[in-house]
């Protein structure tokens, strides 16, 4: 640090200690001046009351979310991008992106709030009402849907799509409410001490281009390798599931509805096929390092060939299983008779061809950051969790974070309170980790417990599906605690 501000001013050395001891002192007035009059002044270019790193979906929505809200009017939002400048357009390619989100209704309804969701509904959403969950290694399955199919589950969306509808957004409050800075990234953090928070409560940003800003409120949304939180030395717990997700478009023999998503358990990992259109669907295919491999290099039609036999193909069953799980659909029929003991079960539907060049795989983990906030600082999305793509959940619960935190700083401003201040910081904090901690034990059992053709286990949770299966309150308990 000391080598950066020498290099930066070369000035004397009784200068530079004059420039930066001014420096300091118009850094506390500016600071300052809003816990004693309410008012920051807004003549210096170097101060924002919340700067947000990264301008991914997360961190794209963090800006919107505070910059289309009255409560924010005349406050100073910084959104900082490493990514050059991009032009955005509405219309989109013929082809789909192999990159997709499953939005849940509680996203749908963040980004109603914001502006962004009349944007996706002019460009492409494609909405489901069910959802079949199946074991290759069983019988067993297990159906979702709500309210009797009357309402949608999720809407299947293009990252891309989501991207473009956020940029919408933001560029109507640029210039007024929120500004953008491209090609700029954080090299450099300085938190002021718990005991220095009155004569000292901005946080120091130093850019990579040698600019500084001060900030009441630092927001890290860059990724799950956040260089924010490794500056502010916050751990992290990650481990590999030595697994990588192939996705890519796939196009189906005929047109259908095409309302269901897809999901089968194999012994190497979730398959899953995800509604685009009538005529084209998304593949989730997660599994072994190598195998991902393999499939990325198949030729086009033994791709297609390994991909309908992952949805049709018979696996290992075993007989102690099949035993088991036929006394189950008795003793269910009988205890439950409404319900049948199970769900109707559907066929998925046959490919045909995936698109050109729409195959890709990337590295599965899991991650968490110990804490989300420290003082005047707060962890969004990816920077502060990351969960294995099966429950479809990654960018909903960073919405949800975005949703969560807004609505405790649009508190604070109400109630006149300091942005950066601890207290509000941590019930954040408390609210996303009560939601998302049992979330992502619950996603990282599972799959454990299905990535495996050991006969206990597939009893186990065969037997688990059979019976969750038949119980419909608990089945729309799981949903509504998705969708949140």
Not at 152 to 161: Q, Y
Not at 355 to 375: C, I, W
Request: with cysteine.
């Amino acid at each position: 640090m000391l080598l950066y501000t020498v290099l930066r001013t070369p000035l004397s050395l009784v200068g530079t200690r004059n420039v930066l001891g001014r420096s300091l002192h118009l850094t506390r007035r500016l600071c300052t001046a809003g816990q004693q009059s309410g008012e920051v002044p807004r003549d210096d270019p170097r101060f924002y009351h919340v700067t947000i790193a990264g301008g991914g979906m997360v961190g794209t929505a963090m800006a919107c979310a505070l910059g289309t809200h009255p409560m924010f009017e005349g406050k100073k939002i910084l959104l900082l991008e490493a990514a050059p400048s991009k032009a955005y357009s509405d219309k989109l390619p013929e082809k789909y992106s192999n990159r997709v989100c499953s939005l849940n209704p509680g996203s749908v309804d963040f980004l109603k709030s914001i502006g962004a969701w009349d944007h996706m509904t002019r460009m492409r959403v494609k909405p489901f009402k069910r959802m079949q969950v199946w074991d290759a290694c069983s019988n067993a399955m297990i159906t979702f849907d709500r309210e009797n199919l009357s309402k949608h589950i999720a809407h299947i969306v293009e990252n891309d799509v989501t991207v473009i509808a956020l940029n919408k957004v933001l560029e109507s409050l640029q210039g007024d409410r929120v500004e953008l800075r491209y090609k700029s990234r954080a090299v450099d953090v300085k938190v002021p001490k718990q005991g220095d928070q009155f004569s000292h409560p901005c946080v120091r940003i130093f850019l990579e281009n040698g600019e500084e800003i001060h900030t009441q409120l630092l927001i890290g949304a860059d990724g799950p390798n956040s260089s924010i939180r490794k500056m502010m030395n916050m751990n992290q717990m990650v481990w590999s599931y030595e697994q990588s997700a192939v996705v890519a478009t796939l196009q189906l023999t005929e047109a259908t509805d095409n309302n269901v998503a897809w999901q089968r358990f194999l012994p190497t990992g979730p398959v899953a096929m995800l509604p685009l259109s009538d005529t084209h669907s998304s593949l989730v295919w997660s599994t072994t390092h190598e195998e991902a491999k393999k499939l990325l290099l198949l030729p086009e039609d033994q791709f297609v060939d390994a991909i309908n036999n992952a949805f049709w193909q018979e696996s290992k069953r075993h007989s102690v299983v099949d035993s088991a799980s036929q006394l189950m659909e008795q003793a269910l029929s009988f205890i439950l008779p409404s319900s049948g003991g199970s769900s109707v079960r559907q066929l998925p539907p046959y490919v045909i061809a995936s698109d050109e060049e729409s195959r890709a795989m990337f590295p599965l983990s899991l991650g968490h950051s110990t804490h989300y906030v420290k003082s005047r600082l707060a962890l969004i999305g990816d920077a502060a969790h990351r969960v294995h793509p099966l429950a479809g959940l990654g960018v909903n619960l960073g919405f949800g974070d975005v949703a969560c935190l807004r609505d405790l700083l649009v508190d604070a401003v109400q109630d006149g309170q300091d942005l950066g201040a601890l207290d509000h910081l941590l019930e954040y904090e408390s609210k996303r980790q009560k939601h998302i901690v049992p979330i992502m034990a619950t996603i990282d059992g599972l799959k454990r417990l299905f990535s495996t053709d050991a006969v206990p286990a597939v009893l186990l949770r065969s037997l688990g599906l059979q019976a969750t299966n038949a119980m419909k309150p608990v089945k729309d308990y799981f949903v509504q605690g998705a969708s949140l």
